[in-house]
């Protein structure tokens, strides 16, 4: 999935009658980051590429030379990387083939489907104000359409204009939106090269997706404008056109526009706020797209299951308590060597040095109890820490309420049957603590609260007797001594 192709190479390749083989594409424009409605974009082409046994290719459409960043680049490669979303064949580059768009605007001009426009900048003004004062969507008035170029005023640079159909209408069979009509008289001839010499957008991506044998073209539907135009190009080309399917677009959980405060955010984003790749590929998926009542799809049911008829036509809804459920329930279903790699990092974060051996190894035996708490990755690292610690251990305030000094008096005589006990194991850990509170005339809580404050520093933790058993008899006599202030010489053994 590396390297760049120049396309001329493919340029005889036609899109359905030489392979016959579903083809489709994920271009992003790198002027920022991989966000979320890109993720899903990628994601269903990915899907329905490999639900058909077809071809999923990447093109970074960088054209736009001031926007166009190495960063975004490599932030766009890292996301689809983060998300698993392998691709098929080199990376193109687009930006890289602007002399073959530049040769099929020629041909376009020697078979009379395009001409040059002579027009100054303060004519186009005027025009475009013309046109919407008078109602009218076609801001060009084609004014050099059938001219002679021999009549253009001297020191104008042309640019190259398609000469788009002036009556009727343009009907586009979507497989998503179903059949979407357009009048001819609302699409400009649109401009195919500039004025000094590069093409636009809309020639580059019909030339591309031609020349990369793109069967079907699954984009946002505010690319749906584009298609009517596109269709023509492809059309004056004498080229195979191209399914389209336009996907309706992500709102916020209120129904307006997505932006930032509903989690518009890069797929970076999502990766560091804990989420797994699988969860959003999940979440992803049944933003617009179901199949029943079903929710928890993984990847290859997702293979095998998805297709275009199954596509809504409605905006889908950023939902984070749904995103949040999947990955909770993904996180209880990973590999535990892998969500330990996944967290660790953030871990020795917040210890400021690396995990030790015994702190790893009561995290490998209490990692099963914790993960079925968390939501997220971050909520496991932060829950983690329980059993990472070493050295003094830090108290939240609602802990230390918890340990007043008749709650530090308990445990501290809870401390000499806790050092005689055997075998340490969380039937033992029980029966010792109900005795100690039946012996002793207290509720259960009124020990069991003050013990998870004093082992774990929080008040929220896996039941309390599985973690003393995980932190072991050492660990938990050092813990306790440093609430109950118990330093007696030879107290905790490997301490």
């Given amino acids: 999935m590396s390297g760049a192709i120049v396309l001329e190479d493919l340029a005889h390749q036609s899109t359905l009658s030489v392979t016959m083989t579903v083809v489709t594409r994920f271009a992003p424009s790198p002027t920022g980051f991989l966000h979320i409605g890109g993720a899903r974009t990628a994601l269903f082409n990915w899907l329905f590429s490999r639900h058909h046994g077809g071809t999923f290719r990447l093109r970074i459409e960088d054209t736009d030379a001031k926007r166009s960043t190495p960063e975004a680049i490599e932030g766009i490669l890292d996301g689809l990387g983060w998300l698993e979303l392998d691709w098929d064949g080199d990376t193109v580059f687009q930006s890289r083939n602007a002399a073959r ?38 801001l060009y008035d084609g004014r050099w359409r059938d001219r002679d170029p021999a009549e253009a005023p001297a020191g104008i640079s042309p640019v190259v204009r398609v000469k788009m159909p002036l009556q009727g209408q343009t009907v586009i069979q ?24 590069s093409p636009t957008y809309m020639l580059s991506v019909v030339v591309d997706d031609h020349d990369m044998a793109i069967t079907h073209v699954i984009r946002g539907d505010d690319h749906l404008n584009n298609a009517f135009r596109q269709l023509h190009l492809y059309q004056a080309c004498g080229w195979d056109i191209p399914d389209f399917a336009h996907i309706p677009l992500i709102h916020g959980s ?12 890069g797929v970076d984003a999502y990766r560091d706020m804990g989420y797994l790749p699988e969860a959003l590929r999940n979440y992803l998926l049944r933003l617009g797209w179901s199949h ?22 409605a905006a889908a809804r950023m939902d984070f308590t749904k995103l949040e459920s999947l990955n ?24 400021g040095h690396p995990i030790d051996d015994p702190g790893l190894e009561r995290l490998n035996k209490g990692l099963d109890g914790l993960r079925q708490r968390t939501k997220t990755l971050l909520e496991l690292a932060e829950s983690a820490l329980i059993y990472c610690r070493h050295g003094p251990l830090p108290i939240s305030p609602a ?56 082992l774990t520093g929080t008040t929220k933790s896996p039941g309390i007797f599985e973690v003393m058993n995980i ?16 330093t007696e010489p030879g107290f905790f053994p490997g301490r």
Wanted: proline letters at 4%.
């Fill in 254 to 265: 209120d129904g307006a526009k997505l932006s930032k405060r509903h989690g518009a955010l």
């Fill in 101 to 138: 768009h530049a040769a099929i605007a020629e041909q376009l001009l020697a078979s009379g489907n395009a001409y040059r426009c002579f027009c100054t900048p303060d004519e186009l003004a005027q025009m475009r104000t013309e046109a919407r004062a008078q109602g009218r969507t076609r």
């Fill in 399 to 454: 802990a230390a309420k918890l340990l007043d000094p008749d709650a530090t008096a308990h445990l501290k005589r809870l401390s000499i049957p806790l050092r005689a006990l055997a075998p340490w194991n969380e039937q033992n850990l029980e029966s010792l603590l109900r005795e100690y509170c039946e012996q002793s005339d207290i509720k259960f809580g009124k020990i069991a609260q003050p013990l998870r404050a004093a």
């Fill in 174 to 197: 979507d497989l998503v939106q179903g059949e979407v009509t357009v009048a001819n008289q609302q699409l400009d001839d649109f401009i195919l090269l500039r004025a000094d010499g």
């Fill in 471 to 486: 932190l072991g008899r050492d660990e938990v006599l050092r813990r306790l001594s440093m609430v109950t202030g118990e």
């Fill in 292 to 313: 029943g009542d079903e929710e928890i799809i993984d990847t290859p049911q997702a293979i095998a299951w998805f297709d275009l008829d199954s596509v809504g036509r």
């Fill in 328 to 351: 909770a329930h993904y996180i209880r279903q990973a590999d535990r060597d892998r969500l330990i790699e996944l967290i660790r990092p953030q871990l020795e974060r917040s210890l």
